[in-house]
């Protein structure tokens, strides 16, 4: 397969290091994040929402809910990658901006500490998701925001696990991972979604390869 990979997502190194992406230290520290601190941070919040869910809520309806919740993750993380994390501005400060905000992951794709969101980023990000459900959906927010922010947990050690396990018994595992080295080193425009391949199955961004064995 010929290799197809957008400007300011080129691989410049695959060694596990963590080079410098912030010129003032204190600052540069929160940039780098241990695998299992999100695990610390947000399965209280998805515990505490859950409870609030499933004891104000009809079960069925909770579990509708929180499904929801999951199915608007997965479009969630697809959006994201692709129109926000993938467009690559035309100024020097935007190119910047957006090497720290991704172009940093492609660049070094195997840096350990840089494969899970920071604190710092995802924990406004879930605040406002918070309010925004809480607005639209009412009474069901709480079991919406619950699987919304389970599955992004699990989005998160999966998107890990896909750069630092390299062998499985798990069939759906190695295909996850098959993807996504494709979206990283063969066709960056491609293979945006971790969790779900749906996504990229309607919208016609899977590789052109698995296109070929779909034909």
């Known amino acids: ?19 410098p992406l912030l010129k003032n230290r204190f600052l540069d520290r929160f940039t780098r994040v241990k695998w299992f601190v999100p695990i610390l941070v947000f399965t209280p919040i998805i515990a505490y929402f859950t409870f609030v ?33 993938h467009t690559v501005p035309k ?15 492609h660049a070094y794709p195997n840096d350990a500490l840089r494969l899970v969101m920071p604190p710092a980023i995802s924990v406004p990000l879930s605040a406002l998701f918070c309010v925004v459900f809480q607005a639209l959906f009412g009474s069901l927010y709480s079991a919406i925001f ?36 494709k979206h990283h080193y063969l066709q960056s425009e491609s293979e945006f979604a971790v969790s779900s391949p749906f996504w990229d199955r309607l919208f016609n961004t899977i590789s052109s390869d698995n296109n070929a064995k779909k034909q």
């Open 53 to 85: 869910g499933i004891t104000s809520l009809p079960f069925s309806q909770f579990v509708i809910s929180a499904v929801t919740g999951i199915l608007i993750w997965t479009l969630t993380e697809y959006v994201f990658h692709r129109f926000i994390f």
């Open 91 to 105: 100024s020097k400060t935007g190119r910047k901006f957006h090497f720290i905000l991704h172009g940093i992951h």
């Open 146 to 181: 619950a699987g919304f922010m389970a599955a992004y947990l699990v989005y998160d050690m999966l998107h890990y696990a896909v750069h630092h396990v390299h062998s499985s018994h798990w069939q759906w595992f190695n295909a996850k991972k098959q993807r996504h080295m």
């Open 1 to 19: 397969m010929k290799k197809n990979i957008s400007p300011g997502h080129e691989v410049l190194s695959l060694k596990n290091e963590s080079i």
